[in-house]
């Protein structure tokens, strides 16, 4: 991977710097602390802060919420095993988030295998129509 200057990045520093984005307690800090933090100067953090680590940051912070939500959801289920009622609410609520989720994903594949198979169709109808066009033009002649 190269820095926006077009340098070969250094393997340990772009780990270090993703790995310092990803987590949430260095969450909005300035380019000039993260640099300090990382022992580089501002330029270098600049210079890595390509399209490329902003994307392996915005991957690694999903799996570090999705982590973090995975262990709320247990220690609310724990909770609500031992009869806490409000713990018990709330799971039932997260667990109809979950299911509408899945609903809205399931229900946009649909929409989409849709829109495929309408295309799919529409070709299959033109290529008919032009057969059709042909051995019209091949009667009339």
Same mark, same amino acid.
């Given at each position: 991977?190269?820095?926006?200057?077009?340098?070969?990045?250094?393997?340990?520093?772009?780990?270090?710097?993703?790995?310092?984005?990803? =987590?949430? !307690?260095?969450? /909005?800090?300035?380019? @000039?602390?993260?640099?300090?933090?990382? $022992?580089? &100067?501002? #330029?270098? +953090?600049?210079?890595?802060? =390509?399209? !490329?680590?902003? /994307?392996?940051?915005? @991957?690694?912070?999903?799996?570090?919420? $999705?982590? &973090?939500? #995975?262990? +709320?959801?247990?220690?609310?289920?724990?909770?609500?095993?031992?009869?806490?009622?409000?713990?018990?609410?709330?799971?039932? $609520?997260?667990?109809?988030?979950?299911?509408?989720?899945?609903?809205?994903?399931?229900?946009?594949?649909?929409?989409?295998?849709?829109?495929?198979?309408?295309?799919?169709?529409?070709?299959?109808?033109?290529?008919?129509?032009?057969?059709?066009?042909?051995?019209?033009?091949?009667?009339?002649?």
């Amino acid at each position: 991977m190269f820095t926006k200057t077009g340098a070969r990045m250094n393997t340990d520093l772009k780990e270090r710097l993703i790995v310092l984005l990803s =987590t949430p !307690e260095h969450e /909005g800090k300035t380019q @000039k602390q993260i640099a300090h933090f990382l $022992n580089v &100067s501002t #330029r270098t +953090v600049q210079n890595y802060l =390509t399209k !490329e680590i902003w /994307g392996e940051v915005h @991957k690694r912070r999903l799996e570090v919420i $999705n982590h &973090s939500i #995975r262990l +709320v959801d247990q220690a609310v289920y724990a909770k609500a095993l031992k009869g806490d009622m409000t713990a018990a609410r709330i799971l039932y $609520n997260r667990w109809d988030q979950v299911k509408n989720m899945e609903e809205v994903k399931n229900a946009n594949k649909t929409y989409e295998e849709d829109e495929m198979e309408i295309k799919r169709l529409e070709k299959q109808i033109q290529e008919l129509e032009n057969e059709q066009n042909k051995k019209t033009s091949k009667q009339k002649a």
